[in-house]
């Protein structure tokens, strides 16, 4: 009566020793992460999960996987990333903490069409901050990938980051999480 799953990052050449095939034979879903598109070690800054990302990561997997035993872990974080004198830095933050800080800095982010992310970038005492927003405008999109391919669910990474906001909009695709 137990169901066993396995996390396993989205398929990409450095993560093909996963073989998410035989993960697929042995478990009952393989949960993809799909997050981390850009990390604290990334060169540039950027998305921690892009629409891009997400889709290639789904289909990615589904060559090896079938869809009712793929699950997409969306984030429940971003990343604030901070460009001072030629050293990049990011801080991991989670939604509210990430909407509190374009606020107290009076920044309005705008929605970026190519992420599926609302994004905003600004300098602050020769400090230029970016960050891709995690909301559920972004949560939105990467359920209606997922919905689309008709995955057998949605995890989430790391609960106590989201807004409460965030189950209302992932109950719209997947009622059975209520």
Not at 54 to 80: M, S
Request: aromatic share 10%.
């Amino acid at each position: 009566g137990l169901i066993l799953s396995v996390d396993t990052p989205v398929p990409e050449d450095f993560t093909s020793h996963y073989n998410r095939e035989e993960q697929g034979r042995v478990v009952d879903y393989v949960i993809i992460m799909g997050y981390d598109e850009h990390t604290s070690a990334s060169p540039e800054a950027g998305s921690v999960a892009s629409i891009g990302f997400v889709t290639q990561g789904i289909e990615d997997t589904l060559k090896e996987v079938p869809a009712a035993q793929v699950i997409n872990a969306i984030p429940f974080y971003t990343r604030k990333w901070a460009y001072e004198g030629g050293v990049l830095s990011c801080e991991s933050l989670g939604m509210t903490d990430a909407g509190a800080f374009l606020a107290d800095n009076g920044v309005q982010a705008t929605w970026d069409a190519e992420t599926c992310q609302n994004y905003a970038s600004f300098e602050k005492n020769g400090v230029v901050y970016s960050i891709w927003l995690e909301d559920a405008e972004s949560i939105s999109s990467k359920l209606a990938v997922m919905a689309s391919h008709d995955l057998g669910g949605v995890a989430c990474w790391k609960l106590t980051q989201e807004t409460p906001d965030i189950w209302d909009t992932i109950t719209a695709y997947y009622p059975a999480v209520q």
